[in-house]
């Protein structure tokens, strides 16, 4: 016989469930989208209350960050920028600039906006009617009917034309862009790209410097060419002075006699310090033009390397590319020969 066993419940009083925790703002997509520098800066900067932030328009947000970057001291500012843009961003935002458009002032261009410049771009496509049978006025090299035609008589569509001179702008070899004959400025400006003539300027104006005689930046990061117009004359009053180029880039100051960091009242660097900078090139991979001597590193790509001035050599050993060397074209970078029994001019 079983038995069942009845459990008495007392019931308690009443108890109201704990309420749910109250869910946090849902921030706004232009806040989301803000780079996490310029969230910490707005917060820092204390330019509104925190929890305002997170209902900010896009637009009362641009003007927040504005108004925030605008009260940093300048060096602030670009430290700002650089942790937020990359150099190619930086570049590219300096070639949309409307100071390009003025081809009545003169602008230099720094190596950054120089590269991205003369990079291949894709050209819009054309419409299929300017494709068909063109005729003696179509482009030489797409056929397209909207051509201009250039001082020898050939005739080209913008984008081929803005392609050619790119060519003729990449290395003191291939200067100036050429057809049959060689471009002027008044030629490159046809092609409607104004950055690409301040580049032509810049170049014209290198090149008609002898390669011994230019001076460059000292800065790695920059080695802009620094126009005889920009070198001051030594002091005559000075001991141990010498002339010395401001970049007209990054306004560095460089000595002309060594092409180091200007030392004013101080000698150039002595030959210790010379045989210390070498073993540092050797322990980062640094190498020296052999033409200009200044410093050059290879991030990536082959070993033919290509400097500034416009000498072509090979990385590993440091010959003239004109000439084989040898060397392996890719990697390999084991076999670079050290600075000091590299030829050419040493830095």
């Excluded at 007392?10 to 925790?21: F, H, K, L, Q, S």
């Excluded at 108004?67 to 570049?91: G, K, N």
């Excluded at 170049?203 to 802009?224: D, F, I, K, M, T």
Aim: aromatic content about 4%; some cysteine.
């Amino acid at each position: 016989m079983s038995h069942r066993h009845h459990r008495h419940h007392t019931r308690g009083p009443a108890v109201a469930p704990a309420p749910a925790p109250a869910a946090a703002p849902e921030r706004s997509r232009a806040v989301e989208e803000l780079h996490p520098v310029l969230l910490d800066l707005l917060l820092r900067m204390n330019i509104m209350p925190p929890g305002d932030i997170d209902s900010l328009s896009e637009a009362a947000l641009a003007n927040a960050v504005s108004l925030a970057i605008s009260m940093l001291p300048e060096d602030e500012q670009i430290h700002i920028v650089s942790r937020i843009m990359t150099d190619d961003e930086i570049a590219q935002e300096s070639l949309n600039h409307p100071r390009l458009q003025n081809l009545g002032s003169r602008v230099v261009l720094s190596q950054n906006e120089r590269r991205l410049l003369l990079r291949a771009s894709p050209e819009p496509e054309d419409d299929d009617a300017n494709q068909e049978e063109a005729g003696a006025n179509g482009c030489i090299i797409c056929f397209d009917r909207n051509t201009v035609a250039v001082p020898c008589g050939c005739r080209y569509c913008a984008g081929c034309l803005r392609e050619l001179v790119r060519v003729g702008l990449r290395s003191e070899a291939d200067f100036p862009p050429r057809c049959c004959q060689p471009f002027d400025e008044a030629t490159v400006r046809l092609a409607g790209r104004p950055a690409l003539v301040h580049l032509f300027r810049q170049l014209s104006a290198e090149y008609a410097v002898p390669p011994a005689q230019r001076l460059y930046c000292h800065n790695p990061g920059c080695s802009s060419f620094i126009s005889p117009s920009a070198i001051q004359a030594a002091a005559r009053d000075e001991a141990n002075a010498t002339a010395v180029g401001t970049c007209p880039s990054c306004s560095s100051a460089t000595c002309k006699e060594c092409g180091a960091k200007a030392h004013r009242g101080l000698p150039c660097r002595a030959e210790g310090d010379d045989e210390a900078l070498w073993d540092m090139m050797d322990a980062n991979g640094l190498v020296g033009c052999p033409e200009c001597g200044i410093v050059i590193t290879l991030m990536d790509g082959c070993n033919h390397m290509t400097c500034v001035c416009g000498a072509e050599f090979c990385f590993l050993c440091g010959a003239d590319w004109e000439f084989d060397c040898n060397c392996p074209l890719y990697n390999a970078r084991e076999l670079r020969i050290p600075i000091r029994r590299r030829p050419g001019r040493l830095p």
